[in-house]
Nanobody
Framework: QVQLVESGGGLVQAGDSLTLSCTAS????????MAWFRQTPGKKREFVAG????????LNSEVSKGRFTMSRDNGKNMVTLQMTDLKPADTGVYYC????????????????????WGQGTQVTVSS
């Protein structure tokens, strides 16, 4: 059974830092593009950051650029998202996702074509 399990969410104050982790199981994800998305009630799921299989290319959204850093450890089937200078607008459920197809190693910023998703972890930033 393929599973992505996120952890590390919580309640923090504005300006704090938080690190999210996503552990994959059921198959190897070392050839997948991995990404983080987030969603708040009433809004579409929003791309946060993505990383190529070898970890050499990372794409950040405009809202995460300069504050969030994504990394991966293929040996552990794990990706992380280090978040700094958190703002109330960063509040939401953060999801880990895997894209198996990724022709040309292009990091997609939309929900399709990501094939596998975790259940999400809640991040709440108070002002």
């Amino acid at each position: 059974q393929v599973q992505l399990v996120e952890s590390g969410g919580g309640l923090v104050q504005a300006g704090d830092s938080l690190t999210l982790s996503c552990t994959a199981s059921g198959r190897s994800f070392s050839s997948d593009i991995m990404a983080w998305f987030r969603q708040t009630p009433g809004k579409k799921r929003e791309f946060v950051a993505g990383i190529t299989p070898n970890g050499h290319q990372i794409l950040n959204s405009e809202v995460s650029k300069g504050r969030f850093t994504m990394s991966r450890d293929n040996g552990k089937n794990m990706v992380t998202l280090q978040m700094t200078d958190l703002k109330p607008a960063d509040t939401g459920v953060y999801y880990c996702a895997a894209d198996r197809t990724n022709p040309g190693n292009m990091i997609e910023t939309t929900v399709p074509p990501y094939d596998d998703w975790g259940q999400g972890t809640q991040v709440t930033v108070s002002s």
